[in-house]
């Protein structure tokens, strides 16, 4: 079998499909094209491979390709120096992993040199052959014929046998594997608490004494516990039970030396096996544990944050309507700014409704005009320092509204993420002469008409929906997160005269060199009037226009055709379609009556099979649908405004603002998400919390515990409002705490700034970003 055929059949067996299937979808994707053009575009090449598919697919064939190249590698070495066997060459190629691989290559590989080479170099080689073939034999007696000059004494000389014995068995692939698989299954990890640290590391005293199974470690805890140990916090360790697993590892390695009796031999052998074990292998397996571990903790959490960060992208959007977005602040003022509905910045204004001026009589003034001259239709109110005494506020001014003027909508808005964008590059091309503090504004007031558009223009690690993300692969993270960005723009499709560059940046086949190019050309020739004048952009030739155009929209433009994501390449099966219902397309598309009187199988030609006549009948039906659902949000209690509000039993509507492992984050109004710990999350066993809910559901909660000085919030989605919280006690582990343990969760103010372990912030915020970094290190106790 040769390589690619190795690579396809492997990928096959792992996304449910067939091997002609992978080969053809790697053939295009190793031509160019992207994830979401072959899912949407290719389904007849690929068989209807989907994007999650395919995501896989890129992955793994990035690792396996890896894993044949060092395959040839190892096959090269070890025959130019002439060890190569049948039986090894056959090991070689079965192979599955990069580890089995290199354990099978050990013995092989360059070095420097160890005891064991410099025993053979003294002449011991042949004492641990005799050792070990003649085990009725005292091994010191059989030492004393090899002390030389080189070898001092009988003693030097069993170390040397030792040393050459134990080296056969660290480099003997077979035991490299069982030893692992045993470890993988039998593992604990365990910590303790270094003495001294008991203060300054209070935020980890879960793990001042503890202990549990490797396997089920779950990725919150071990990120924590491995920040925690980086921190000198605690000694984190792993391996065997000390009380019956180091015994089996030490049998286990004794088994490779066949020591059944008690012949003095075997007695030798045994220690051997012992020392080999405590010395050589045991600490060669904990770093492989521990690397292990730290992988899939690292995976896990880069598929919560992908998740959770892909809810966000695709949350409803409120629409194109002018809208009012308000950055609250106390000292330092509430910034406003007025964006209309394409979000274009029409005006901007600083109030100063509390202390120190208390201005009320002016913020009512200003907040009013901006209404009125505007027509604002929606109030986007941030989610950071004085949201709440900012809703409230807007909510008395909106009273004040003339009689028959219909009063604008208030929603409040994420802000994670927004003092990133102010102080941005790309903030200061668009906005130069606004101020930083004023372009926050702006961005809460178009992430609530549009978060997809607006959102793409911050670093997908700063919008603040991951956990540990600073402790992960940051090169794997990044990756994982353009590929959510990349899905979701493409998933909702474009308007190519609207967009922005960073926006049409991650459409298919474009990027941020042809996004400016496509930008600069519309500011300089006006809107474009059909898909195909991309043409005429400067560097966008017919390939990219291949990957792009379907992806992108072009409303009440010369093609009708456009404003859909038919892709023009089928234009014509599109064009039959509608020949054959005797209407213009223009009047046939949203018509889904005259459409599902047509059998698709009919229009069926060589080049677009069954697939894609169905994805385009049903684009006829809804032509340009947005898979987004309907805009709705939560309506805060009033009253509730401070976390000192909250009483146990009360019924309260929120907003879902970040889903993790162990539970859901609930924002209630009262500037401190609550946390509704995945036993709370339904009336029936929950496994994985994103069953349940999703970033940005609006959810009814009932309060099960509050905790004020320590900032938590216990939340319950059950019918029985979490009467049952009691049969799990985590529920009270996972609470957020302001300013405990910086996760790297998120922004938590003004002023942050990523890096390292942990965030700053020259504006503290208790919104879901602080909520989460608190509570992954106190949600780690066992569930």
Same mark, same amino acid.
């Given at each position: 079998?040769?390589t690619?055929?190795r690579i396809?059949?492997t990928?096959?067996d792992e996304?449910?499909a067939?091997?002609n ?7 295009l994707?190793d031509?160019? /094209?992207?994830?979401p ?10 068989g $209807? ?5 395919l995501r896989?697919l890129?992955?793994?064939l990035a690792y396996?390709?890896?894993?044949e190249?060092?395959?040839?590698t190892?096959?090269?070495s070890i025959?130019e120096?002439g ?8 090991a070689?190629?079965?192979a599955e992993?990069?580890a ?7 013995p092989?590989? &360059?070095?420097r040199?160890?005891?064991?080479m ?5 002449? *011991?080689?042949?004492l641990?052959?005799?050792i ?6 005292d091994?010191?007696?059989l030492?004393?014929?090899y002390v030389?000059?080189?070898v001092?004494?009988?003693k ?10 134990a080296e056969? @068995?660290t480099? =003997?692939?077979? *035991?490299?594997?069982?030893l692992?698989t045993?470890?993988?299954k039998?593992?604990?990890v ?6 001294g640290?008991?203060?300054s590391g209070a935020?980890?005293?879960d793990?001042?004494?503890h ?5 089920k470690v ?5 990120l924590a516990?491995?920040r925690?140990s980086?921190?000198?916090?605690i000694?984190?360790? #792993? $391996? +065997? ?5 180091k015994?089996r590892?030490?049998?286990?390695v004794?088994s490779?030396?066949d020591t ?5 031999g075997d007695?030798w052998?045994?220690?051997v096996a012992?020392?080999t074990?405590r010395?050589?292998?045991? *600490? ?12 899939r903790?690292?995976e896990e959490a880069i598929q919560?944050?992908?998740r959770n @960060?892909?809810?966000l992208?695709?949350a409803?959007?409120?629409g ?9 602040g ?5 910034k406003?700014a ?7 910045l ?6 100063? &409704? ?6 009320v ?6 907040i009013? /005009? ?6 604002v239709?929606?109030v986007?109110i941030?989610?950071?320092?004085a !949201?709440r005494?900012t809703e409230k506020?807007?909510?008395e #001014?909106?009273?004040l ?6 009063a +604008?909508?208030?929603? #409040?808005?994420s802000?994670?993420?927004a003092?990133v964008?102010?102080a941005?590059e ?8 606004l101020?930083?503090?004023?372009r926050g ?8 008409q549009d978060?997809?558009a ?6 997908p ?6 956990q540990?993300?600073h402790?992960?692969?940051q ?5 994982s ?8 723009v493409? /998933?909702?499709?474009?308007?190519l005269?609207?967009a ?12 941020p ?12 020739? %006006?809107a474009?009037?059909s898909?195909k004048?991309?043409?005429?952009v400067?560097? *966008?030739?017919?390939a ?6 379907g992806?992108?929209r ?6 009708p055709?456009?404003?859909? !994501?038919?892709? +023009? ?15 213009d397309?223009?009047?046939?598309? %949203?018509?889904?009556a005259?459409?599902?009187s ?7 030609s ?7 006549v ?5 684009? @006829? ?17 009033d009253?509730?405004e401070?976390?000192?509000? @909250?009483?146990a %039993?009360?019924?309260l509507e929120?907003?879902v603002?970040n889903?993790?492992?162990f539970?859901?984050?609930?924002d209630?109004?009262?500037h401190?998400?609550?946390l ?5 999350l339904?009336d029936?066993?929950?496994?994985d919390?994103h ?6 559901d609006v959810? =009814? ?7 004020v ?8 989605m059950?019918k029985d409002?979490?009467?049952s ?5 985590d529920?009270?582990?996972?609470f ?8 790297? $969760?998120?922004e ?9 372990g942990?965030?700053? !912030? ?13 509570a ?8």
């Amino acid at each position: 079998m040769d390589t690619r055929t190795r690579i396809f059949r492997t990928i096959a067996d792992e996304i449910a499909a067939k091997p002609n299937q992978v080969g053809a979808a790697v053939t295009l994707l190793d031509e160019g /094209a992207t994830v979401p053009f072959v899912a949407r575009y290719r389904k007849e090449v690929t068989g $209807g491979l989907d994007d999650t598919q395919l995501r896989t697919l890129a992955d793994r064939l990035a690792y396996l390709r890896e894993l044949e190249a060092r395959r040839d590698t190892v096959m090269a070495s070890i025959t130019e120096q002439g060890k190569m066997t049948d039986d090894l060459a056959k090991a070689i190629v079965g192979a599955e992993t990069k580890a089995t691989l290199e354990d099978i290559y050990l013995p092989y590989k &360059p070095k420097r040199r160890t005891k064991a080479m410099i025993a053979r170099e003294n002449g *011991l080689a042949p004492l641990a052959e005799a050792i070990v073939a003649d085990r009725a034999a005292d091994p010191e007696v059989l030492a004393t014929g090899y002390v030389t000059e080189a070898v001092a004494d009988v003693k030097a000389a069993l170390n040397g046998a030792r040393d050459i014995v134990a080296e056969g @068995l660290t480099e =003997n692939a077979r *035991l490299l594997g069982e030893l692992r698989t045993f470890l993988q299954k039998e593992a604990i990890v365990s910590s303790k608490l270094i003495a001294g640290q008991e203060q300054s590391g209070a935020k980890f005293s879960d793990y001042f004494e503890h202990s549990e199974q490797w396997s089920k470690v779950p990725s919150h805890r071990a990120l924590a516990m491995m920040r925690a140990s980086k921190e000198g916090v605690i000694a984190l360790d #792993i $391996g +065997p039970d000390p009380e019956s697993g180091k015994a089996r590892a030490e049998e286990m390695v004794a088994s490779y030396l066949d020591t059944r009796t008690d012949a003095p031999g075997d007695k030798w052998l045994r220690k051997v096996a012992g020392w080999t074990w405590r010395v050589k292998l045991s *600490l060669t397996m904990t770093v492989d544990l521990m690397g292990e571990l730290r992988a899939r903790a690292q995976e896990e959490a880069i598929q919560v944050f992908a998740r959770n @960060l892909k809810d966000l992208l695709l949350a409803a959007p409120a629409g194109a309507k002018a809208t009012l977005g308000l950055d609250p602040g106390i000292r330092t003022g509430v910034k406003a700014a007025v964006v209309d509905h394409t979000g274009k910045l029409l005006d901007t204004a600083t109030i100063y &409704p509390f202390q120190p001026k208390n201005d009320v009589r002016g913020a009512e003034a200003a907040i009013l /005009a901006l209404i009125a001259k505007h027509n604002v239709e929606l109030v986007a109110i941030g989610n950071g320092t004085a !949201s709440r005494e900012t809703e409230k506020l807007v909510g008395e #001014i909106l009273k004040l509204l003339p009689k028959g003027v219909r009063a +604008p909508t208030k929603v #409040i808005v994420s802000e994670a993420g927004a003092s990133v964008y102010s102080a941005s590059e790309l903030a200061a091309r668009e906005f130069p002469d606004l101020d930083v503090s004023l372009r926050g504004a702006v961005s809460i007031a178009r992430r609530l008409q549009d978060p997809l558009a607006e959102l793409v223009k911050i670093e997908p690690k700063s919008i603040g929906v991951g956990q540990y993300q600073h402790d992960v692969d940051q090169h794997r993270l990044g990756r994982s997160l353009e590929a959510v960005v990349e899905d979701a723009v493409n /998933a909702v499709g474009v308007d190519l005269n609207m967009a922005s560059a960073p926006l049409l940046a991650h459409v298919s086949g474009l990027g941020p060199s042809l996004a400016e190019a496509i930008v600069s050309h519309r500011d300089a020739n %006006g809107a474009f009037g059909s898909r195909k004048a991309l043409l005429d952009v400067s560097r *966008l030739g017919p390939a990219a226009f291949e990957q792009c155009a379907g992806f992108l929209r072009i409303t009440d433009g010369e093609e009708p055709l456009d404003a859909s !994501s038919v892709h +023009p390449e089928a234009y014509d099966v599109a064009r039959k379609i509608v020949s054959a219902c005797g209407r213009d397309v223009r009047a046939l598309m %949203g018509d889904g009556a005259a459409l599902k009187s047509l059998r698709a199988e009919e229009f069926v030609s060589e080049k677009f099979g069954l697939p894609t006549v169905r994805d385009i009948l049903g684009e @006829l039906e809804k032509p340009g649908r947005d898979p987004r659902p309907t805009f709705k949000t939560a309506t805060f209690t009033d009253g509730v405004e401070q976390i000192s509000d @909250l009483k146990a %039993g009360m019924t309260l509507e929120g907003t879902v603002t970040n889903v993790a492992a162990f539970g859901a984050f609930v924002d209630v109004g009262v500037h401190q998400d609550g946390l509704v710990h995945v036993s709370q999350l339904a009336d029936r066993f929950v496994k994985d919390p994103h069953e349940v809910v999703k970033a940005g559901d609006v959810v =009814n909660v009932t309060v099960t515990e509050v905790d004020v000085p320590r900032k938590r919030i216990g939340l319950s989605m059950r019918k029985d409002g979490g009467a049952s919280a009691k049969e799990d006690r985590d529920a009270r582990s996972g609470f957020g705490s302001k300013g405990r343990a910086g996760s790297g $969760g998120g922004e938590r103010g003004k002023g942050q700034r990523s890096g390292g372990g942990g965030n700053y !912030s020259a504006k503290p915020k208790q919104n879901s970003g602080g909520a989460l970094g608190a509570a992954l290190m106190d949600a780690m106790r066992k569930k």
